[in-house]
């Protein structure tokens, strides 16, 4: 079955930091483009960052400095680090795997920042 389950969502203070985890089952994870995707309340879905097959990484201008995307292809698994939280980063995060025409989507979970 193929699937990407996220997790690492939570409430944090603004300035604070959360690591998001999307682990991936029921394909070749390595040959995919990994997304991280996000959609706040009312919003439309933006995409945050990106990590190709070969490591290259893209960032939208918003959270460059501030997010890192990584990868482990041994435990299938694509990374968001983010720090300096900002209560605007508040909202749904999302996995997105790309491979040829084939695209995978996780269920999401949800980052708040607040004080």
């Known amino acids: 079955q193929v699937q990407l389950v996220e997790s690492g969502g939570g409430l944090v203070q603004p300035g604070g930091s959360l690591r998001l985890s999307c682990a991936a089952s029921g394909f070749t994870f390595s040959n995919y483009r990994m997304s991280w995707y996000r959609q706040a309340p009312g919003k439309e879905r933006e995409l945050v960052a990106t990590?190709?097959?070969?490591?290259?990484?893209n960032y939208v201008d918003s959270v460059k400095g501030r997010f890192t995307v990584s990868r482990d292809n041994t435990k299938n698994t694509v990374y968001l680090q983010m720090s300096s939280l900002k209560p605007e980063d508040t909202a749904r995060y999302y996995c997105n795997a790309v491979y040829s025409y084939i695209e995978v989507w996780g269920q999401g979970t949800l980052v708040t920042v607040s004080s």
């Open positions: 990590i190709t097959s070969a490591g290259g990484t």
